[in-house]
C-alpha cells in the first residue's frame, strides 16, 4: 500500500511538471494577441482551480470579496437563515465572535480589502454591517442610528468609495508592472474605471 501511495504521489508530481512546462512553452511561442488570450486563460483557469483549493481549506462563512462590484453591496456576504448556529454546532466559532461592526474586517479572507475595511470610520463600518450583513434598508439604519435616509446613504457612498478607490489604483498599479492579478480583481479594475469614465461624461453633459 505505501509503494502504491508514493507511485500516486509521483505520477500527480509528473503530471503537474508537465503542465507547468506547457503553460511555459505556451507563453514562450505566444506571439500574436489570439496566442496572448489562450495564455491569459489558461492562468485564469489556473488561479480558479488555486483558489478554490485554497477554499476548501478554509472554515467559516463563504467570502464574496468582490460583490461590491457589481450590486453596489459591500464585500460581507450576505447571513442566509443566520449561518453561524450551524458553525457553532460544528465548532467554527470565529464567525460567530467577528459578526459585528467593528470585528467584522477580520472574517474577510483577503488581507487588502479587509485592512480597507478596518481603517473605515466606525460610523462607515456600523452602515456598512448593518446594510451588507444584517441587509437593513437605509431607512431602517436610519431609524435604528437615529439619523436621516439621506445621511445613512451618504455614509454608505462614501464608505464603498474608501473601499473601491484604493482597492482599484493598486491592482492597476501592479498591472501597470505587470505583476499578475486575479480574474476577479481585473474584472473589478475594468468595471470601476468605465464607472468613472461615464461619470465624467455625465458632468460633462451638464
Known sequence: METITKEKIERKQLVRDVKREALTRLE????????FVVVQAEWDKRD??????????????EQKLLELAYSGNAIIPPPFNHPYWPELLRGEYLGFIYD???EIWQAIGDWEIARLVRNLTRKQRQVLFLSAVRLASS?????YTDK?????????VSALEAIRRPLAERIKARLEEEIPDTKAK????????A??????DENKGE
Open 139 to 143: 431607512v431602517h439604519i436610519a431609524c
Open 48 to 61: 480558479e482551480t488555486h483558489y478554490r483549493r485554497a477554499r476548501s481549506h478554509e472554515i467559516g462563512r
Open 195 to 200: 464607472r468613472q469614465e461615464n461619470a465624467l
Open 186 to 193: 481585473r474584472d473589478f479594475l475594468q468595471w470601476y474605471l
Open 28 to 35: 514562450d511561442a505566444a506571439r500574436t494577441e489570439a496566442d
Open 148 to 156: 436621516t435616509d439621506r445621511a445613512v446613504r451618504k455614509l454608505k
Open 100 to 102: 459585528n461592526p467593528d
